[in-house]
């Protein structure tokens, strides 16, 4: 289950440039059975203290989402907008 949006195509921060990260879940699997889902297996690693459960890394080729919009942070929205308004940018109705 992910707790943040997906989305199809890569997007790029307005103030910044970083990308947006790939979606990737972990979930247990048993050790012997080989996994018959629809996403791709990034990694599979036997995990120590459970002999008999493999720990999956896997992606459905999605990306995250932004959480401000169109920055990575909301300090690249607050330097976006300080250089907004010191070029002179305001609202027309302020």
Known sequence: M????EIDKKK???????????SI???K???DEPYTG????????QIPWEPQ???LRITHDLFRD???????????????????Y???IRREDA
């Open 2 to 5: 992910a707790y943040w949006n």
């Open 12 to 22: 790029y921060c307005a103030w910044c440039g970083k990308a947006t990260p790939k």
């Open 25 to 27: 879940e972990e979930i």
């Open 29 to 31: 699997f048993p050790h």
């Open 38 to 45: 629809n996403a791709r297996v990034i990694s599979r690693k």
């Open 53 to 55: 459960t493999d720990d």
């Open 66 to 84: 932004f959480k401000y919009g169109h920055f990575d942070r909301l300090r690249c929205a607050k330097e976006f907008a300080n250089a907004a």
């Open 86 to 88: 010191r070029i002179g």
